[in-house]
């Protein structure tokens, strides 16, 4: 049913599109189209600024002029669907690239979406922006499919390829077309969903747990710490019964485990179902850099410090470890809470440069000193710093603030 010469159009080329584009292209013609220009320019030089992807020997062709995508079938999107600032779903990228699409849409091609959405946003936003932009019917003439993704960028031991991906189609045929076309590709192989509608609200369902469950370990560390008793102690002890789910307490942004939520929310309300618990962990997970911003002012005061001249360094930048992506950092939030209590704050991340982070070189090998160090994001170039590392980084008695429980020797843990 797939021909080498189906030519597979990858829309959107960040996190997700880009290993999709190089995966598919070892078996097909593959066009990889974005908007950014300056990311479709570094692409074709093998340059990826995520440091995620090795493009060397790739066949993709890139592309920024829309026409180039007249000659693909396959049309596979991968844009971003954040929120707005109030938390409503934001699809402008997802129907600006459907309305794009449809344009150069032929009888016969599949639309493949994999940005995540709430259940319902292919087949009753996307499919009749398809119709109206491009005259065709749907499973008439054109068709459509779902296929989320479940990479998690800097995780060097699941990608693509081995990590089982769910498929979908608009039709019986259709939805084993697509599940051939990823089996191609994915090593760890493919699911494929009842329907659209049960691929899409699977993706979100995934990420929900996880903000759920981070939430009632932020509570339980929250709770334990105002008790005075190590949270990471009773955790360790509690993990040792059989069925005890291992979460840890964190700092939860991103585009993703902090974003579906509130896609799926929005959708459930429409419906007239307000979701409690999953409305009442992100506002949990939100609250956390304000919890740790408190805990360094407590620190300070304890000291006795003057707060306008305590110097706090934070090491780490980035969403999650090992990866380059700031979007939705909660580390951010951390410094604007201590930045409103006019402490002087540094931040260093090997991944991310000026102007994010205001520190360029390694402070270990600088000789500034600060009063409280916070360890926020547990990239591998932190882990092996001793405790003789951070006092030579520390005035007077080291205070560190370890949010992911990296150290045996920190002053306080989340
Ligand atoms: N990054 C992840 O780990 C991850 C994992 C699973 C799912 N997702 C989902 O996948 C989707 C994409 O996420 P991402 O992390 O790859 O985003 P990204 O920001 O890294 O990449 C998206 C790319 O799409 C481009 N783009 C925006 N509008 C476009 C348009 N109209 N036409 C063509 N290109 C356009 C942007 O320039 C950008 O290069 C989102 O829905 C996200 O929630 C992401």
Not at 35 to 49: E, M, S
Not at 137 to 149: A, L, R, T
Not at 156 to 165: D, G
């Amino acid at each position: 049913m797939l021909k080498k010469e189906d030519k597979i159009a990858i829309i959107g080329l960040g996190y997700v599109g880009l290993p999709l584009a190089k995966s598919f292209s070892k078996y097909y013609n593959v066009i990889g189209y974005d908007i950014d220009i300056k990311r479709v320019n570094d692409l074709k030089k093998n340059i990826d600024r995520n440091i995620d992807v090795d493009l060397k020997d790739t066949k993709i062709v890139y592309t920024i002029n829309e026409k180039d995508l007249k000659d693909s079938n396959i049309y596979i999107i991968t844009v971003p669907t954040p929120v707005s600032n109030e938390n409503i779903p934001d699809l402008n990228c997802l129907e600006n690239a459907t309305r794009m699409v449809a344009k150069y849409l032929n009888k016969g091609d599949i639309i493949i979406y994999e940005s995540t959405v709430y259940p319902g946003v292919t087949e009753e936003i996307c499919v009749p922006l398809i119709e109206k932009n491009s005259s065709l019917k749907y499973n008439v003439d054109f068709f459509c499919g779902y296929s989320p993704e479940r990479i998690s960028p800097g995780d060097k031991n699941r990608h693509l390829s081995n990590i089982v991906k769910i498929t979908s189609g608009s039709t019986p045929e259709i939805a084993s077309k697509i599940d051939t076309l990823y089996k191609k590709i994915i090593i760890a192989g493919t699911y494929k969903a009842t329907s659209i509608k049960v691929a899409e609200a699977s993706k979100v369902v995934e990420n929900v747990q996880r903000d759920v469950n981070i939430a009632l370990m932020n509570e339980f560390a929250i709770m334990f710490d105002k008790m005075k008793i190590s949270s990471s102690d009773i955790f360790s002890a509690a993990k040792t019964k059989w069925n005890f789910i291992n979460f840890s307490p964190g700092l939860v942004g991103g585009h993703c485990i902090g974003v579906d939520p509130y896609y799926l929310s929005f959708q459930s309300m429409k419906f007239g179902f307000t979701p409690e618990l999953l409305l009442k962990s992100r506002e949990i997970n939100n609250s956390i850099p304000k919890y740790i911003a408190l805990k360094v002012m407590q620190f300070i005061n304890e000291k006795k410090l003057i707060k306008e001249e305590a110097k706090v360094l934070i090491l780490g930048y980035t969403f999650k470890e090992n990866c380059a992506d700031i979007r939705n950092t909660k580390v951010e939030q951390i410094k604007i809470e201590l930045e409103t209590y006019s402490v002087n704050v540094f931040t260093y991340d090997p991944y991310v440069k000026l102007p994010y982070t205001n520190l360029e070189i390694d402070p270990f090998i600088n000789n500034e000193k600060y009063d409280i160090i916070i360890l926020a994001v547990s990239h591998n170039e932190f882990r092996n710093y001793t405790i003789k590392d951070f006092n030579r980084i520390s005035k007077e008695k080291l205070v560190l603030l370890d949010i992911k429980g990296l150290y045996k020797f920190s002053t306080w843990t989340l």
